[in-house]
C-alpha cells in the first residue's frame, strides 16, 4: 500500500537465471525462476522499490542457502540493471530476506546486496529492539530488512525503522507494551511478523 502515487510495477517473477545474464552450476536451478514468489519493483516519486520474500532456511539449509543466494543475486542485477553506475540512484530492498543471522555455513547467502553495495536501515535500530518475528519453536529472529542504496541512507541519516508490536501475540516477552484488545496467549495475532516502518521526510 502506499499513500503516493505508483508510477510503475513491475514483477520479475518469472525471469530465469539465463535471463539476467546469472550462471548456474545446477542444472535444476538454470531453467526454474530465479525468485521463489518475486520481486516486485515499484516507482513512488523519486524512491524506487524493490520488494521481495525470499527462501526460507528449511527444509534443507544447504539447499535453501544456494535458492537464496540466486535471488540475491538476481536482486542486484535488475539494480544494476535499472541504475547501471549512478551514484544518485535512490532505491531500497524491502522484505523477509529470510536470512538466518546465526548461519552454519561461512557467508550470509545475501552477502552481494550487503558490503559496499547497500547500507541495512535495521543496523540503526538499537539490537534489543531489531527483532521482527517470533516462532514457539526457534524464538526471536530478524529475517526482515531495509537495504537501502548508499546514496539514500546518506541523504536520510536519521531514517530510523520502526516497529509496530500492538498486534503481537502474548507469548512475545520481549514486548511489555499495550496490544490490540482481541490479541491472545498464542492466536489470535496480527502476524508472526511485525510491520516496520521507515520514513524519509520530503522524498
Not at 137 to 157: C, E, I, M, Q, V
Request: aromatic share 8%.
Amino acid at each position: 500500500m502506499s499513500r503516493r502515487l505508483v508510477t510503475e510495477v513491475i514483477s520479475h517473477a518469472k525471469l530465469t537465471p539465463a535471463d539476467l545474464g546469472l550462471q548456474v552450476t545446477q542444472g535444476i536451478l538454470s531453467k526454474a525462476p530465479v525468485f521463489r514468489r518475486d520481486c516486485l519493483m515499484a516507482q513512488i516519486g523519486a524512491l524506487t522499490l524493490f520488494l521481495c520474500h525470499l527462501k526460507a532456511p528449511w527444509p534443507d539449509e544447504k539447499a535453501a542457502w544456494s535458492l537464496r543466494r540466486l535471488e540475491a543475486l538476481g536482486i542486484r542485477r535488475l539494480i544494476e540493471r535499472r541504475f547501471g553506475a549512478s551514484e544518485d540512484a535512490l532505491w531500497l530492498v524491502v522484505g523477509d530476506l529470510n536470512e538466518p543471522r546465526e548461519a552454519v555455513l561461512e557467508e550470509q547467502a545475501i552477502a552481494p546486496l550487503l558490503q559496499d553495495f547497500s547500507i541495512d536501515l535495521m543496523e540503526r535500530v538499537p539490537v534489543s529492539d531489531r527483532w521482527s518475528h517470533y516462532d514457539v519453536s526457534s524464538g526471536y529472529s530478524r529475517p526482515d530488512s531495509f537495504l537501502a542504496s548508499p546514496t539514500l541512507a546518506k541523504k536520510w541519516p536519521d531514517a530510523r525503522p520502526f516497529a509496530f508490536r500492538e498486534g503481537s501475540s502474548r507469548e512475545i516477552t520481549r514486548y511489555t507494551g499495550p496490544r490490540l484488545p482481541d490479541v491472545g496467549a498464542h492466536r489470535p495475532h496480527a502476524s508472526d511478523h511485525v510491520p516496520i516502518v521507515v520514513e524519509f521526510a520530503g522524498l
